[in-house]
């Protein structure tokens, strides 16, 4: 487990909205993980709804053999989603 200053290094990216019309394509998403990771950004928060499970899960095989430490929060309850948010 982290402690708790540890979470505080994590980017955040949502990639639910109310409305798919309103969302990226999962490609975009990949985009911008892999530019920050090419700036050295090794933790993301991957912010996300039950909806959102399959793209969870084409973020995660995409980035396999990278060294980046994902936390996915399509299996999370808000309480320990909010523990990774600095505010």
Same mark, same amino acid.
């Given at each position: 487990m982290f402690k708790s @200053?540890?979470?505080k290094d994590y980017v955040a990216i949502g990639i639910? &909205? &109310?409305e798919t019309s309103k969302?990226?394509?999962i490609d975009?998403?990949?985009k911008l993980i892999q530019y920050l990771n090419n700036k050295n950004f090794k933790k993301i928060?991957?912010?996300s709804g039950k909806d959102q499970k399959n793209d969870e899960e084409k973020i995660?095989?995409?980035?396999?053999?990278?060294?980046i430490d994902f936390v996915f929060?399509? @299996?999370k309850k808000i309480s320990e989603v909010m523990s990774y948010i600095k505010i």
């Open positions: @200053d540890e979470k639910a &909205s &109310s969302r990226w394509p975009s998403y990949i928060l991957i912010v995660r095989n995409f980035f396999l053999k990278q060294s929060t399509s @299996d």
